[in-house]
């Protein structure tokens, strides 16, 4: 299949930012697509080669490209560094000066998807000192036959600049539309999505044999399941009226989450937002075999941090000191942890996300062998509110947040949030109860003790449905002079030069960020709000909701992606629950 057809689709692509006009490009090239490719179309446009998870970045440095275009085009790299300056983009920068050339020479053979894949991924998996060398050969044979718009995406897609935000979602309906005749069938992709987090692996699947293949789609060891979420509620009461008349509430620990994956002596682990952190935690992968009779096993556990001596649970924050690439095993040693295994999804070759709750806790109390590094989650079966607050107290005291309350005959629903899982803190029962989680869309200059670094910055919800960012508030509490630091480091890396065709805010930035960042922030209450977009005109018309006096807790989120954030129905659940408190404390 020639490159041309990804790279017209996605010139016209960067022309809109109408999701329903973005959908229709995808479906349209879907739609000439071969079944055996349509994974390398749907990886590459998203800039990626492989799914997230599998870590296979193409990441050459700018330096390199322009060395490569100069290499294959003849033109000096300092003139490639003006005309870069002046488009201030080096796609653009590569199709002006590959223009220049095609007008001056002969043209060359057509450039295929497969070619473009295959050299990527053989510049991704180059390392060692003469890789700049190759990736640069690579690089410029592959520019050397691209026509000017090729060129342009190739270079977007190397030095990962493809900042187009497609998300995963807006692919799905696409493949739906065009594998399925519907969008209608989407809910069939998503679920199979859920359970592989690989959309490449869906797209071949329903190109191939339709709806037919994702009837059988199966869960494997080694493809990350997109992990199941819990509503917030508020008081015992509301978990008897959502899960009936006995459910089990388990202790909430304010750790990691892991996803834990073994088969035979190979463990790996995934985050909560599927990143894989093998890494970060070594003593999980030496011990988990003394911890787990299985031949193959998909778990999941929190992982806490622990003071050995007294035996307390610490806060998240110390898990944080595991997130480094050198000197782990001092890390191991400084801050240790306990594994408390809370789910099980697959078993000796056997999906086990069918099973209902009951079954799955019973397997995993039998797969798993305690010890002092891995425990398996308290749990009690519950029938009153007496019962329910009593357990609270209980993880309360113990240093937990607070419960996980789950419906006996539930199954494993990945990837959602429903009511068969419910969380009950104990700040719940204050103002607005739990924190948010937003994503930093944008930022203002501080002034005083601020100036040179942001003084507030715009954050933003995640819509699922438009599959954009609207804002919620502007932060500017809660900040150290350290926290400051930090955000102007780690945000200098996200600046875009206008504001992403996702965010959505009344409210103009100093300076627009990519949607990646997402921290956490706590507010007194949600208020309509003329200048905030989220829920727009669903509760009054022309208003949307917004945070009143948001403030940041001090924890950056690393672990969730911008589509992990608190969603629009979420602040609106609060908006709403925050509602039938007024008016039952009125009626008193
Ligand atoms: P969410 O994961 O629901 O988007 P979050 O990451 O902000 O939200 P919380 O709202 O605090 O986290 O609650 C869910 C998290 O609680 C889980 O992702 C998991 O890491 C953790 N957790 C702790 N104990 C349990 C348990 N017994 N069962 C399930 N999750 C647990």
Known sequence: MKFSLVADTLGYMEGTTKRLELTQHLVDLFKITPAEIIPKVVYL??????????????????????????????????KIEH?????????????????QKTQTTFLKEDITVERVYDTLFKIAELRGNRSQNMKMKYISSLLNDASPIEGRFIAKIITANLRLGIADYTILDALSIAYTGSKENRPSLEHAYNVCSDLGRVSEAV???????????????????????????????????????EFAAEYKLDGERVQIHIQKEKTVLYSRSLENITSYYPDIVEKIGKSIKARDAILEAEAVAINEDTGEFLPFQELMHRRRKYNIAK??????????????????GKSCLDMSYSDR??????????????????????????EVEDFLENAINSGCEGLMLKQLDSSYRAGARASNWLKLKREYRNELGDSLDLVVVGAFYGRGRR??????????????????????????????DESLDQFYQILSDKIIVKKDSRTDSGLEA???????????????????????????????????????????????????????????????????GQKKVVQNEKQF
């Open 45 to 78: 446009l998203q800039g990626k080669l492989r799914p997230d998870h599998e870590g296979v970045e193409v990441g050459v440095a700018e330096k390199i490209a322009v060395r490569a275009l100069s290499k294959s085009t003849g033109v000096p790299v300092s």
């Open 83 to 99: 005309e870069y300056k002046k488009a201030g983009d080096l796609g653009q920068a590569t199709a002006i000066i590959l223009e």
């Open 207 to 245: 190109a191939k044999k339709g709806m037919e293949a994702l009837k059988h789609f199966q869960v494997s060891v080694f493809s990350p399941i997109r992990p199941m979420l819990a509503e917030r509620i508020k008081s015992p009461e509301e978990a008897r009226e959502k899960m009936g008349s």
């Open 331 to 348: 890390a191991v040693q400084e801050y240790p942890i306990t594994v408390n295994f809370f789910d099980i999804m697959f078993l000796d």
């Open 361 to 386: 806790r019973r397997s995993l109390e039998n797969v798993v062998t305690e010890d002092a590094f891995a425990k398996v989650m308290p749990m009690t079966l519950v029938k009153t509110d007496d």
């Open 451 to 480: 100036t040179g670094r942001y003084g507030a910055l715009l954050l933003s919800v995640y819509d699922k449905e438009s599959d954009t960012y609207p804002s919620v508030c502007k932060v500017g509490t809660g900040f150290t």
């Open 510 to 576: 100093d300076v627009w960020f990519e949607p990646e960042v997402v921290i956490e922030v706590v507010a007194s209450e949600i208020t309509l709000s003329p200048i905030h977009k989220v829920a727009l005109g669903k509760i009054r018309k022309g208003s949307g909701l917004a945070l009143r006096f948001p403030k940041f807790t001090g924890k950056i989120r690393f672990e969730k992606t911008p589509e992990n954030a608190t969603s629009s129905s979420e602040v609106m659940a609060m908006y709403n």
